[in-house]
């Protein structure tokens, strides 16, 4: 994708999701775009903010709060962290992000609690799980998600929004629905148990995959490649 033209990338992306919505038999407006710009300069953010896109995804902190930096002016940017998150770097995404969706475990849950600014809405927390059951990989297993999500609904500063998962990679449509039908399950649960938690997002579904998501009932497609090209060696 060398001469991308972020316009047309941005429209087929959107119309993509539309397909994939109908398709589905659900309402085009049931599940929105994560524009996901890791590695991709502000000058790519910017614009795509001038085509109407407001919700960024970001995976590493330093190389976010740079971007963020030099986007300031755009009011209603929406950022959302969605990388790996360690305890040193809980503050910087407590005080500079709306959404994480990379919540695995209590003690960075409670870091991101205690170190919200007090002036700032309750942060959007999404809970990472690993749903192909991947030894060496992030998120919380089925098994431990009700505990920790009733850890977090108790924490003032967070607001337990849903789940996220990124499955083993499948080809095959069929096979890809899997692990999407099982975090919907997952949501389904936690709804049942926790009836007055805004349990509203299933953030699942990249690039190679919206599509069999969006049929699991995504309501945030995270998508990197689609919209901003081919990513090479990190920044
Ligand atoms: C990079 C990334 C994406 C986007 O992946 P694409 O395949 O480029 O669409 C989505 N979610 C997470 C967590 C990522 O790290």
């Known amino acids: 994708m060398k001469d991308l033209v972020l316009s047309e990338s941005l429209a087929t992306a959107r119309t993509r999701l539309a397909e994939a919505l109908r398709a589905a038999g659900r309402p085009a407006t049931d599940a929105r775009l994560l524009a996901v710009s890791k590695t991709k300069p502000a000058a790519m953010i910017r614009e795509a903010w001038h085509l109407g896109q407001r919700d960024f995804g970001e995976n590493y902190v330093q190389e976010a709060l740079d971007k963020q930096a030099e986007l300031a002016d755009l009011h209603d940017i929406v950022w959302h962290f969605i990388g790996p998150l360690q305890s040193n770097k809980t503050r910087a995404v407590a005080e500079h ?105 299933l953030s699942m579904g990249m690039t190679a995959d919206l599509e069999a998501a969006v049929l699991e009932g995504a309501t945030l497609v995270r998508l990197g490649t689609a919209i901003f090209g081919e990513r090479t060696a990190r920044q």
Do not use: Y
């Not at 695995?104 to 999404?126: K, M, T, W």
């Open 97 to 201: 992000f709306a959404w994480v969706h990379s919540v695995d475990r209590d003690r960075i849950a409670r870091r991101l609690n205690d170190q919200r600014p007090e002036g700032l809405e309750p942060l959007n927390v999404c809970l990472q799980v690993n749903i192909s059951g991947e030894p060496s990989k992030s998120g919380v297993t089925l098994d431990e998600l009700p505990a920790l999500a009733e850890s977090v609904l108790a924490m003032p500063a967070l607001r337990l929004r849903g789940l996220m998962a990124i499955p083993a990679p499948a080809e095959e449509i069929e096979a890809q629905r899997e692990p999407f039908a099982r975090l919907r399950r997952a949501l389904e649960a936690l709804r049942v148990r926790f009836p007055e938690a805004p349990l509203d997002t």
